[in-house]
C-alpha cells in the first residue's frame, strides 16, 4: 500500500506549482481559476474541455502551459477533412532502400491540443459532444471576454513581442507531482459525500442522463488535485463541493424542456451542493 502524501513534499509542491503559475501568467493574462483548474486537471491524470468563443487565448494557454511544464505540445486542427493518419502517423516509403518507416503524428506529444472539435460540417456554430465522448473530460472550463483590465494588461504585454513561458518542470517532476496527488488522504466520508452529488443527479426530475460512475471517480481526483495546490496532503469537503460544477456539470443530459437553458445543468449541481449534506461519520475508538 502507498504510504500517504506527506506534508513537506505536499508543500514542495505547491512551490513548484506556483512556479508554473507565474510563468503561464506572464502570457495568458486571464482568470487565475482557469489556469488553476488546468492544473487541477494535470494532478489527476484528466482531460480538460476548454469551452469559449474564438479569441479568447485558449490556444496561447495551452501552448503556455505545455511550455511552462517543460513538455511537448502539438495542435490537431479538427477540419471536415482530417482523416486517422493525420492524428495517428503514417508509414512512408523510403525510395533509397524500399523500407517504410514511421511519421508519427500530432498525438505523439505529451500534451495534446485538439482545436475547434465541436465545429460541424458546412455550418457555423457548434454541435454538442457525444455522450460518450463528453463524460471522459475531468473538466469543463469555461472561457469568456477578459475583463476591461485584463486586456489592457494582454495589450501592454504582447505591444512590441509576445512573452514566451519558460520551462519550470520536466515530465519527471510531473510524474512525481502525480505520484503524490495520487497519496492524498480522502476520508471515507468524503467517498460517501462525492456519490451521494452524483447519486442526486441520476435521480432529478430534469435530468435524463446522471452523472455516471466515472464522474464520482473524477470528482475525488480532482478534488486531490485541488488539495495540493492548496498545500494540504489531505481532501476536504470544500474542496469537492467547489469542483463539483466543472467536474459534473457537463456529463449530464437534460430533459427535452430542460436542454434549451443554458443554466439547467450547473442548476442542478448547484441544488445537489445545497440538498447533499456532508457529515462526518462516529467511529468507534
Known amino acids: ?32 481559476r482557469v489556469l488553476d483548474a488546468m492544473l487541477v486537471a494535470l494532478l489527476a491524470h484528466g482531460h480538460v474541455l476548454l469551452e469559449g468563443v474564438p479569441g479568447v487565448a485558449k490556444t496561447t494557454l495551452v501552448k503556455s502551459f505545455a511550455t511552462a511544464l517543460g513538455c511537448t505540445v502539438r495542435r490537431i486542427q479538427f477540419t471536415a477533412d ?4 493525420d492524428i495517428t502517423g503514417t508509414y512512408v516509403l523510403s525510395p533509397r532502400d524500399g523500407t517504410f518507416a514511421m511519421r508519427p503524428g500530432p498525438v505523439f506529444a ?21 455522450e460518450a465522448q463528453i463524460d471522459r473530460f475531468l ?108 467536474v459534473l456539470a457537463h456529463r449530464l443530459v437534460m430533459t427535452p424542456e430542460a436542454e434549451g437553458d443554458a443554466h439547467a445543468r450547473a442548476a442542478v449541481i448547484t441544488e445537489a451542493i445545497a440538498r447533499v449534506g456532508y457529515r462526518r461519520s462516529v467511529r468507534p475508538v
Open 1 to 32: 500500500m502507498a504510504q500517504p502524501a506527506e506534508v513537506n513534499e505536499v508543500a514542495a509542491a505547491r512551490e513548484r506549482l506556483e512556479a508554473v503559475r507565474r510563468e503561464v501568467s506572464r502570457v495568458y493574462m486571464g482568470p487565475a
Open 82 to 85: 482530417l482523416l486517422p493518419a
Open 110 to 130: 505529451n500534451v495534446v491540443l485538439a482545436d475547434e472539435i465541436t465545429n460541424p460540417i458546412d455550418l457555423e456554430g457548434t454541435y454538442p459532444l457525444p
Open 139 to 246: 473538466l469543463l472550463i469555461p472561457m469568456g471576454y477578459p475583463t476591461h483590465q485584463e486586456e489592457v494588461a494582454m495589450l501592454e504585454t504582447h505591444n512590441a513581442e509576445a512573452p514566451v513561458a519558460r520551462p519550470q518542470l520536466d515530465v519527471n517532476d510531473l510524474l512525481r507531482l502525480q505520484s503524490i496527488t495520487a497519496r492524498v488522504h480522502v476520508e471515507h466520508d468524503l467517498y460517501e459525500y462525492a456519490v451521494g452529488l452524483t447519486t442526486f443527479t441520476r435521480t432529478h426530475a430534469r435530468v435524463t442522463l446522471g452523472a455516471s460512475p466515472r464522474a464520482t471517480l473524477s470528482l475525488i481526483q480532482a478534488a486531490k488535485g485541488a488539495a495540493v495546490l492548496a498545500g494540504r496532503p489531505f481532501a476536504t469537503p470544500d474542496d469537492i463541493r467547489e469542483l463539483a460544477p466543472s
